[in-house]
């Protein structure tokens, strides 16, 4: 490698950023990890994703076609 001039990649070390409050409530499985459906518009799952430089991005799929159903973020308003 060295006579190719070739260099491994350095991955940087993750940061965890998420700290579990135990005695904090749960929110309810409503679907009971049941994904199937058969038709649109009757099951929806949702997900949070925090983005780097403290943003975030809350989102709504619809389960039977896929589709981005609504979102959010504090600069999509």
């Known amino acids: 490698m ?5 260099a491994g990649v350095r991955l940087r070390r993750r940061h965890c950023t998420t700290v579990a409050d135990p005695p ?3 929110a309810p499985d409503l679907i009971g990890g049941d994904f199937t459906v058969t ?11 925090c983005l780097p430089l403290e943003h975030y991005l809350a989102t709504v799929v619809d389960l039977a ?3 981005l159903v609504g979102r959010w973020s ?4």
């Open 65 to 67: 076609s896929r589709r």
């Open 24 to 26: 904090r409530a749960k």
């Open 39 to 49: 038709e649109p518009h009757t099951k929806y799952v949702g997900d949070f994703t």
């Open 2 to 6: 060295r006579s190719m001039r070739l």
């Open 74 to 77: 504090p600069r999509a308003g």
